[in-house]
């Protein structure tokens, strides 16, 4: 278990498919990822928890839960590159009771510290859609610089919305106040 000032990280464990399905078809919540353009199945997620559970060398997944043990959303690290050592950042706070109020910016430093210093990697980046501020806001909290722009790369409610790529380098996290 990784543990933070408001969140432990912890593995991913078959129990957490009730809490996942209560958000993982809300469109509140998977409007800022991806990967959810369909409703997802109870037995698409169990699927993904499978592929979670097992041990992969270029994907880590982890479960956010309260210092009381309480699931609120999940963190990744995707695409896993050990050779340019780097990793793709993917965070949702399922449970919207936590929005805005610095868990995702906890659990995001947590996964930072381990992926640096633990990992041994030197870049950590993510995708963020332009109309995500919240998670903009908590990206330039944990350090995260603007590399570029995917211009119109994301459709969404019929219209179309810029991607913004943003990166974090080992050195700089390091000089962040944590």
């Known amino acids: 278990m990784l543990k933070g000032k408001l969140v432990n990280l ?3 464990e078959r129990k957490d498919l009730e809490e996942i399905m209560k958000w993982v078809n809300d469109r509140e919540v998977t409007k800022y990822l991806s990967a959810f353009l369909y409703p997802v199945s109870r037995a698409e997620e169990e699927k993904f928890l499978e592929r979670a559970m097992s041990h992969n060398d270029t994907e880590k997944n982890l479960v956010m839960e309260t210092k009381e043990g309480d699931y609120i959303g999940q963190i990744s690290l995707h695409k896993i590159d050990w050779k340019n050592r780097n990793a793709e ?8 009771e936590y929005w805005g109020k610095g868990y995702g910016t906890d659990a995001i430093k947590i996964l930072l510290n381990h992926a640096f210093n633990q990992m ?59």
């Open 120 to 178: 041994n990697l030197y870049k950590v980046y993510l995708r963020v859609f332009d109309y995500n501020q919240r998670g903009i806001r908590c990206y330039e909290k944990c350090e995260f610089k603007e590399e570029g722009r995917l211009r119109k790369g994301q459709f969404y409610g019929g219209k179309y919305y810029d991607v913004i790529l943003m990166g974090i380098l080992k050195d700089e996290f390091e000089k962040m106040d944590k």
């Open 10 to 12: 912890r593995a991913v």
């Open 89 to 96: 950042l993917g965070i949702v706070i399922g449970n919207k």
